[in-house]
């Protein structure tokens, strides 16, 4: 039943009768309306919503018959259900009466507790019927958004499937030069990237519409938040063919020493999908990122830029899946337009705020804001650390460190060993638990990248038992799974650390830097 008290229209000629049935209803707590002729009832109708229609069959003028036929042509209420109160108990009469478009009968004089239970019957029918309707449409939506996503997903994933597909083959089939050559990696490479992120999107999607994933809490110094994220689009936004664009850090070396507690990894995120559009959708001037005080030691953080702007007609749904701008001066855009979609949602997961407005020096600003306010922090912190020389600078600080690869694909273990071959360190191969266990029982073992599924012996079991050998070993996970139970399936067997595949060398070697002292 609806939570608002039905409407019932009484279309009685007789004043009396029509006003001792409107007072039985009052008291059921329904509101009624009553009128003496179809003809004053038909323009009502068309002004008001009813929920049921009690009709008097003997009228002067148009008769119940009559009314009813014509209240059944009305598009509004063709399927609203009508109940003939009659005196009228003969069998032709009753016939003309469902012919007419009745669905049931109160024959005077009637019991007060009958026309009680007849009416509530008829208008809990109708609430199931509309029920029904609801999610007959629902359904029917259900089938169309799902349609328009395959659809969307089959194209997403075979464009850039095509550029590795046809690279691929020209790469085996052509004399290249150097610069052909490097031309057509950085396309599948871009290609690949590309493909990965529609997957890691499509799990996030999933993940935030089954209501699986959950949200972490862990203390992060804001100012250092801020220097990775800038200096990783110092270095992005050339890979977007914007490094034409200014790009403008603002006040984030006042929050070196303030921390907060939050999700590290998601809110990189949602920063990441701004930033990422920002870049995209400016072809000249600026993109800036920084951060601003609020009273109460909040605080916002913005990224404004001065690109193509969101049109008015695109403001209401530019978080909507699937939802891409398209602008004369940008040839490609590359995503699959899920990045807005999923960065509102882990912001309202995360309890936190985003939203965006017009930048009126042209573009758009979006601004951030966590639900907490900052603590002061007492951990120093140093800026703008040099990267280069500390990847350069582990080469001989790995020099004498084993590690232990588990894993059942032998092209992990090729690719390992190409992209580690210049660290100095010494890598022992298992491919299956058993072999791992074994190695690591009969070697100074100083980390282990394990995958989770392998034959004899799968990753959480060699796990557990690595731990009871040596539980100062850092274990990391060398894994497909995303799912959030996973994750802490394999932390109770001892898990350190994941690294997600599909890896690359900086994944792989910030991994060994933040492990391996």
């Not at 003939?84 to 019991?111: C, H, L, Q, R």
């Not at 194209?155 to 691929?168: Q, S, V, Y």
């Not at 993109?287 to 695109?314: H, M, Q």
């Not at 007492?378 to 020389?389: G, M, W």
Request: net charge negative; aromatic share 8%; with cysteine.
């Amino acid at each position: 039943m609806k939570n608002e008290p039905a409407k019932i229209l009484i279309i009685d000629d007789q004043q009396s009768s029509a006003l001792y049935i409107a007072s039985i209803l009052k008291q059921c707590n329904y509101e009624t309306e009553v009128c003496h002729n179809g003809i004053d009832a038909l323009s009502l109708l068309k002004k008001q919503k009813f929920d049921l229609i009690l009709l008097d069959i003997v009228m002067p003028g148009m008769d119940g018959y009559e009314t009813c036929r014509q209240i059944k042509k009305l598009p509004q209420t063709e399927r609203l259900p009508v109940v003939f109160i009659t005196v009228k108990t003969d069998i032709e009469s009753t016939v003309k009466g469902f012919n007419a478009g009745a669905v049931d009968y109160i024959y005077k004089p009637f019991n007060k507790a009958e026309l009680e239970a007849r009416v509530r019957l008829q208008l809990n029918l109708q609430d199931a019927h509309e029920q029904l309707v609801r999610e007959r449409e629902n359904a029917l939506k259900a089938e169309r958004l799902k349609s328009a996503f395959l659809a969307n997903i089959s194209h997403e994933i075979r464009t850039p499937m095509n550029a590795i597909i046809g690279f691929t083959d020209l790469l085996g089939q052509k004399q290249l030069s150097d610069e052909e050559r490097d031309g057509f990696l950085s396309v599948i490479s871009q290609s690949a990237q590309h493909l990965l992120q529609l997957v890691t999107d499509l799990v996030d999607i999933s993940k935030l519409e089954s209501g699986v994933l959950s949200i972490s809490r862990e203390t992060i110094v804001i100012g250092e938040l801020m220097d990775e994220i800038y200096n990783t689009y110092k270095e992005e936004r050339s890979k977007l063919g914007r490094q034409h664009v200014g790009f403008v850090y603002k006040n984030c070396e006042n929050f070196y020493d303030r921390i907060i507690n939050g999700d590290r990894q998601r809110i990189k995120q949602v920063l990441d999908n701004l930033l990422s559009n920002a870049f995209k959708f400016t072809l000249e001037g600026t993109v800036e990122i920084g951060i601003e005080f609020l009273k109460d030691n909040y605080f916002r953080i913005f990224i404004r830029d001065t690109g193509v702007g969101i049109p008015s007609d695109k403001r209401e749904d530019i978080f909507e899946r699937f939802n891409r701008l398209h602008h004369p001066g940008i040839i490609y855009s590359s995503g699959a337009g899920l990045g807005l979609t999923i960065s509102q949602s882990l912001s309202e997961l995360m309890q936190c705020e985003l939203w965006f407005e017009n930048n009126p020096e042209g573009g758009t600003i979006f601004y951030f804001q966590p639900k907490d306010p900052f603590l002061l922090s007492t951990r120093p912190y140093k800026s703008d650390v040099n990267q280069k020389e500390l990847m350069e600078g582990h080469k001989q600080e790995w020099e004498g460190k084993t590690i232990l690869l588990a894993d059942d694909v032998p092209s992990v273990h090729e690719f390992f060993s190409q992209a580690l071959e210049d660290t100095g360190l010494r890598v022992l191969h298992a491919h299956n638990g058993k072999e791992a266990l074994m190695i690591f029982g009969a070697e100074p073992i100083d980390l282990v990248f394990i995958d989770l599924k392998m034959p004899e012996i799968d990753g959480y079991e060699a796990m557990r038992r690595m731990k009871r050998i040596n539980p100062d070993c850092p274990l990391v996970t060398l894994t497909a799974l995303a799912l959030d139970d996973e994750r802490q399936t394999a932390r109770d067997a001892g898990c350190n650390g994941f690294l997600l595949k599909p890896v690359n060398v900086k994944t792989v070697r910030d991994t060994l830097r933040k492990f391996i002292n």
